[in-house]
C-alpha cells in the first residue's frame, strides 16, 4: 500500500513537472515573438530617422544587454543540487536512493520555475526598455521635424551635421552589432534552455524507468518468497515420499555443484569484461583530456596569430612614416603638376584598384568570420561529444545488468539440459528390458525350428517309403516274368542292388530315427522344465500381481498428491512463463541498448574523424592566411620600395633635364644675338655699298668679286641657317619627350596619391581590425566565462553522475540478491519437477513393463499348449512312420526269400 500512494505521489509530481516545463516553453516562444517585432521596429526606424538619431538616443549597451543571466540562472541552482543532494545522501541509508533522486528532480523543478520567473520578469523588464525606446524615438522624430524646418536657417551647420549624421550611423551600425550579439545570447541560451529540458525529460524517464524496474522487483521478490514458503512446504512433503531417491539426488547434488563451479567461472568472466568496460571508460575519458588538450592548443595559436598582426601592425605603422616622408615629396611634385588633366583617367583606375583592395579586404573578413564560425562548431561538437559520452557512462551500468541476465539465463538453460538428461537416464533400463524379451523369444523359437525339421525328415521318408512299396507292388505282381527271359535277369540283378541300396537307406533312417527319439527326449525334458518355471514365474507373477495392485492403491493416492501438485506446479509454470516474459521483454531492450551503444560509438567515431578533419582544415587555413598575408606584406614592402627608388630616380632625371634645358637655352640665345648681328652687319656693308656705288665705279672689279664672296657667305649662311633650324626641331622633339616623361611623373604621382589613400584605408582598417580585436578579447573572456560555467556544470553532472552510479550500484546488489534468490528458487522447483517427471516416468515403465509381462506369459502359455499339440502329432506320426519302417522291412524280407528261391530254380533248370 506504502509503494502504491509513493507511485501516486511521484507520479503527480512528475505531471505538475512536465506542465511547468510546457509554460516555460510557451513564455519562451513569446519572448521569441516579441523581440522579432521589436526588431522590426527599430529595423524600420533606423531606415526612416537614421540621419537624425544622435540628438535623440543616448543609450549605452547595458540597457540592451544584461549578460549572461540565463547562464548564472542555470549554473546556480545544479551547483545548489549537486550540493543538496551530496548532504541527502550521507543523510539517508541505501535503500531510500530512488526517493532522494525524486527529492532532487522537484528541487530542480522548483528551480527552475524561480528561474522561469526570473526570466519572465527580464522579459518584462526589456519590453518596457522597449516601450521607453518607442516613446523617445516619437520624441526624436517630433525633433527631426523641428530640425527640418530650421534646415533652411542653418544651412551653415550642414556640415557639421553631416559629422553628426556619420557619427550617429557609426553608433548605429554599433548598436546594431550589440543587436546582433544580444540576439546570438538568446539563442545561445534557448538552445541551453531546450538542452536542460531534454536532460530533464531524459532524467524524468530514467527517474520513471527505475520506478517501474523497482516496483517489479519487489513484486517479484514478494512472488519469490510465496513461492519459496510454498515449495518449503511441498519440499517437506516430498521428502517423506521421496526417502528412495536419496542416492539419486545426491549425485543430482554433485552435478549441481559441478555447475556452480561453472557458473563461478562464468563469474569470474563477468567481473573481467566489467574490468575491460572499465577500462574503456578511462580510455573514453582520456580521449577527453586529448581533445581538450588540443582546444588549449588552438587558443595558443589563436593568441600567436593576434601577436603576429600586432607585429605586422607596428611594420604597417613604419611604412605610413615612410609614405608620410613620401607624400612630402609628392606635395611638391604636385605643385609643379596641378595643370595637366590627365589626372581623371588615372584617379578611374585608381578607384576601380580601390574597389579591388575592398573586395580584398572583404574576402579577408568574411574568412576570419568562417574561421570563428569554425572555432564555434567544434565547441559545440564536443559539448554534444561530453554529453555522448555522459550518456555512455550511464549506458555502461545497464550493460552489465544485461551481462548478469544473460548470465542467468545460461544457469537456466544449463539446468534444463541437465532435467533432459536425467530423463533420459531412465532410457538404459527400458533397453535391458527389451534385450531379456528379445532372449526369451530365440529360446521359444529353438523347439520350433527343431519340431520343423523333425517334420520335414518325416515328410521326406514316407515320400520315399510311398515309391518302394509301389515298387515291390511292382515286382510282386509280375513273380512269373523274371523266369522267362534273360533281360528280366538283368532286371533281377539291378532289384537287387536296389535292395541293397534300400537297406543302407533305411540303417541310416534307423540312424535318424533315433537321434530324433534322443531329440524328443530332449525337448521333452525342456518343456518339463519349462513348465516347471512356468509354474515358478507364474507364483511369481501372481506376487508381483499382488505387490502391483498394492502400488496401484499408493500410485492412486500419489496421483491424487501428484494433481494437486501439478495444479501448483501450474500455477508456478504460469508465473514462471510471466518471468521469462519479463526475462525477453528485458532481453531485447539490452539488445536494443547494445545496438544504440555501437550507433553511438559509430558517431563518436564518426565526429572524431571530422574534428580532427575540421582541425586539419583550420590549421591548413590558418597557415594559408598567414602565408597570403604575409606574401601580400612584402609584395606591399617591394612596391614601395619600387616606387621609392622609381620617385629619386625621376626626381634626379627631372633635375637633370632642367638643368640641359638651361643650358640649351642659352645657347639658343647666344646664336640668336650672333645671327642678328651678322644681319645687321650685312645691311649696314649693304648701306655703304649703295652709297659707294656712285663713288666706286671704278672699283666694279673690285666689287664683283666681293659681291661673289658675299654671295658664297650667303650660301654658306644659308646652309649654317638649315642646320641651326634641324637643331631647333631636335629640340623641340626632346622637349616634348620630356613632357612626356613629366607627364609620367604625374601620373606616378598620382598612383602614390592613390597608393597613400590605400595606405590611409589600410589605416582605418588596422583601426578596425583593433576593434574587431577588442570585440575578440569581449568575446574571449565571455567564452572563458562560459568555459567556467561549463566546467562547473560538467562537475556537478559528474556529482549527480556518481550519485547515479552508487545508486545503480545498490540496486544492481538487490537485483543481484533478488535474482540469486529467484535462481534458488527455481532450481528447487526444477529439481521437484525432475523429481516427480522421475517418478512418473517409473510408474509408467512399471506398468509397461506389468503389461509385458501378462503379455508375455499369456503368450508363453499359448506357446506351450502349441508345443503339446504338436509334440503329440510328432509322437503320432513317429509310431505311424515305425509301423510303415517294420512293413518295409517285412516286404524286403519276403522278396529276399523269393528272389532267393528263384535263383535256385534258374540254376537247375541251366543245369
Known sequence: MECTRWTCSKSGTDEDLLANVQLLQNQLRRTEKNLQTVEKELSSTNEHYGHCFAEATDFALEDFVQPNYNSQGFSNPKKNCGKTSDQDFQRKPKSYSVSTTSDKTVEENERLQEQNAS??????????????MNFELMQSKTKISYLESTLGTHLVSVPKLKEQILNLEAEV?????????????LDQNRKTALERENMLQRYQKGYKNLKMEL????????????????????VKELTRAFKKYKAEITEKLEKVKAEELVLGKHLINCEKEKEKLNEKCISYRKDLNILEEQLRQLKEENSSTKEEIKTLEAKNTEITSMLSRSDQKIIKLESELSEKENVLKEQNALISENAELRALTAQQHNHLKLCHQEIENSREELNILETIISQLSSSTSEELKWHHFKHQLLSSSTKEVISESCGESSKPLIADLSIKLSMKEAEIQKPRANLTICTGAEHLSNDNEGQENSRLCGLETEPVKLIRSQGERRKCQQLELISKQFEKMRRRFQKEIEELRTKLTKADDENSSLKSSMAQRTSQFQIIQEDLLKKASKTSSLEKEMRKKSSQLSELEEQLEEKTIAYSTAAARNAELEQELMEKSR????????????????????????????????????????????LEQKHQQFIEQEKIISVLQQEVIHKQLHYIESLDGLLIGSREVQQLESALKVCKEEVVMYLSQSQEN????ENQLKDRSEELHYLQKEIKKKDQNIQDTSEQTTLLQTLLHHQQMLQQETIRNGELEDNQIKLEQQVSTLEKELQNQKACAADELRKVEEKLRFAAQEADLNGQKVDELNCTIRQIKLEMDQCKNELIDMEKEVVQLQQDGENKTVQINQLDITLEEARSELNKKANEASGIARCITECTVLSGGEAHCYHGANN
Open 173 to 185: 551600425s554599433a548598436q546594431d552589432k550589440i543587436l546582433k550579439d544580444a540576439e546570438d545570447r
Open 603 to 646: 558517431r563518436i567515431h564518426e565526429l572524431e574523424a571530422t574534428i580532427s578533419e575540421e582541425h586539419k582544415k583550420i590549421n591548413s587555413a590558418f597557415e594559408n592566411a598567414k602565408l597570403v598575408h604575409l606574401e601580400q606584406h612584402k609584395e606591399m614592402k617591394k612596391q614601395i620600395e619600387l616606387l621609392q627608388t622609381q
Open 215 to 234: 516496483i517489479e522487483r519487489s513484486k517479484q521478490g514478494k512472488r519469490a518468497e510465496q513461492q519459496r514458503n510454498e515449495a518449503l512446504l511441498n
Open 119 to 132: 526570466l519572465t520578469s527580464q522579459n518584462h523588464y526589456l519590453k518596457n526598455r522597449v516601450e521607453t
Open 714 to 717: 650667303k650660301e654658306v649662311f
